[in-house]
């Protein structure tokens, strides 16, 4: 199925270039937080090249296959003019909450109540993001933030490591995927489910992520250093022999959410998948029907049909798992997803002793 590339004044602006046919070395890809990246090179005279090193405003890319299925979109950020044309670099719209930073303190609120804030303080800014709070959904977990200078985008990253009111919490997930509206819910709530052929795999299998003992740290009413009573996890520890415990730093007053954010950091690092990319070969559906590599997404889960099921707990977790994020070279025809190991910012919340 063929994919169309062309650039336009602004997302609802007029179209500049249709560069379908000349486009060549073309690749999108995304992550945890939407559309990612985008790059490719295009031939042209030093003339035209300069006409379009020279465009001003945020030209809006749009990536469309032959059924309108929206493939990518971003912002056109970088253009560089190079022997035979211009090599053209492109970013999704995630890239609209790292451009202003954001000051406020919200007392005694959920998460989404901050999220819409963000998303109104955005859109007031920089009118090519949507103002719509429609795919923000509130983890019912209650707690106080205070915000100097903070970018939006670092601001979401915390929020969606913090959990919700389930058990165990649920991981979370900010970021945008088309209309550049920002979603805010549970990882994986909309994701779908995928069966594939896959190449040979890159896996490692590591301990490095391992931990199936932490407690919190956190800060008490007289903004003096506490910490959350240490949970472990008995099946982990049988099952490795070891036991490894993490000092989890959860950034907050609240000790209700530093319990929130050691369980759910727990949940994620007691039993880490192998580190793994594969590459797929083709994409079904349930029914059997074949799809584009492309469809694909972070966030969707799948099925590989040609590992065999259950060989070890381990391999078992690379046949089936969720995705991180994936990259598509069109001029080849390839597609290298990134199963989810575990959240990758949970990493940096450890804390340092």
């Known amino acids: 199925m063929s994919l169309s590339f062309q650039i336009y004044a602004s997302p609802t602006g007029t179209l500049l270039w249709d560069f379908t046919r000349r486009v060549q070395s073309l690749k999108f890809s995304?992550?945890?937080?939407?559309?990612?990246?985008?790059?490719?090179f295009v031939p042209m005279d030093l003339a035209e090249s300069f006409t379009v090193l020279e465009r001003p405003g945020m030209p809006h890319i749009r990536i469309v296959d032959e059924s309108t299925h929206l493939a990518w979109e971003g912002r056109l950020e970088d253009v560089e003019i190079v022997e035979g044309g211009v090599e053209?670099?492109?970013?999704?719209?995630?890239?609209?909450?790292?451009?202003?930073?954001?000051?406020?303190?919200?007392?005694?609120?959920?998460?989404?109540?901050?999220?819409?804030?963000?998303?109104?303080?955005?859109?007031?800014?920089?009118?090519?993001?949507?103002?719509?709070?429609?795919?923000?959904?509130?983890?019912?977990?209650?707690?106080?933030?205070?915000?100097?200078?903070?970018?939006?985008?670092?601001?979401?990253?915390r929020l969606v490591r913090l959990g919700d009111n389930q058990t165990p919490p649920r991981l979370w997930e900010a970021g945008v995927w088309e209309g550049r509206r920002l979603f805010f819910r549970p990882?994986?709530?909309?994701?779908?489910?995928?069966h594939v052929d896959v190449g040979t795999p890159r896996m490692k299998r590591t301990l490095d992520t391992l931990y199936n003992s932490a407690y919190a740290v956190y800060s008490d009413a007289n903004s003096d250093r506490a910490v959350t009573a240490t949970v472990t996890n008995a099946a982990s520890v049988n099952r490795h022999v070891v036991t490894r415990r993490a000092p989890v730093d959860a950034s907050t007053d609240s000790s209700a959410l530093a319990v929130i954010v050691a369980d759910l950091f727990l949940d994620q690092h007691r039993d880490?998948?192998?580190?793994?990319?594969?590459?797929i070969l083709a994409v079904y559906d349930a029914a059997g029907a074949r799809w584009p590599k492309y469809i694909i997404r972070s966030g969707d889960t799948v099925i590989a049909r040609n590992i065999p099921p259950s060989l070890s707990?381990?391999?078992?977790?690379?046949?089936?798992?969720?995705?991180?994020?994936?990259?598509?070279d069109v001029d080849s025809d390839t597609l290298s997803v990134?199963?989810?190991?575990?959240?990758?910012?949970?990493?940096?919340?450890?804390?340092?002793?």
């Open 187 to 194: 990882r994986g709530d909309v994701g779908k489910t995928w």
């Open 313 to 328: 707990a381990t391999i078992d977790r690379i046949r089936s798992f969720r995705v991180l994020a994936k990259e598509y």
């Open 88 to 157: 053209l670099g492109g970013f999704g719209y995630w890239r609209g909450y790292g451009d202003i930073p954001y000051s406020a303190t919200h007392t005694s609120v959920t998460a989404d109540t901050i999220v819409n804030a963000l998303i109104a303080d955005v859109s007031a800014a920089n009118s090519f993001m949507s103002s719509s709070t429609a795919l923000v959904q509130n983890p019912s977990v209650t707690f106080t933030e205070t915000y100097e200078d903070k970018l939006p985008s670092d601001i979401l990253s």
């Open 30 to 40: 995304d992550g945890e937080h939407g559309y990612e990246a985008c790059s490719g």
């Open 272 to 279: 880490p998948p192998p580190e793994a990319k594969l590459p």
């Open 338 to 353: 990134t199963p989810e190991e575990y959240y990758p910012d949970l990493e940096g919340i450890v804390a340092e002793n």
